[in-house]
């Protein structure tokens, strides 16, 4: 069992920066698929960000440019910088774990982003 938990979220200008994390309760990065979604009101849930145990990354069009998923393997937290953000950003941003082995996947309870003037 793996819990994992996101901070970081809460109200920021257009144009602005937040940083989330999202601490794991033990090693798990290189054994996983690390993610952050998220899901606006009205909307299904999407990926906004992976990396690979490898360090592969992927992101979303929506933020290539703007976002940078990061691992600490050390504090066994994992980082998104949200830069350079925009209204349509606002939603709940969930922290995700999938095992390589398992498939099975682990979920936090969220953080909220909203970006508004």
């Known amino acids: 069992q793996v819990q994992l938990v996101e901070s970081g979220g809460g109200l920021v200008q257009p144009g602005g920066s937040l940083r989330l994390s999202c601490a794991a309760s033990?090693?798990?990065?290189?054994?996983?698929?690390m993610g952050w979604y998220r899901q606006a009101p009205g909307k299904q849930r999407e990926s906004v960000a992976t990396?690979?145990?490898?360090?592969?990354?992927y992101y979303a069009d929506s933020v290539k440019g703007r976002f940078t998923i990061s691992t600490d393997n050390a504090q066994n937290t994992m980082y998104l910088q949200m830069n350079s953000l925009k209204p349509e950003d606002t939603a709940v941003y969930y922290c995700?774990?999938?095992?390589?082995?398992?498939?099975?996947?682990?979920w936090g309870q969220g953080t909220q982003v909203t970006v508004s003037s």
């Open positions: 995700n774990a999938r095992r390589y082995l398992t498939g099975i996947g682990y």
């Open positions: 033990r090693s798990i990065f290189s054994s996983s698929v």
């Open positions: 990396i690979s145990g490898d360090g592969t990354t």
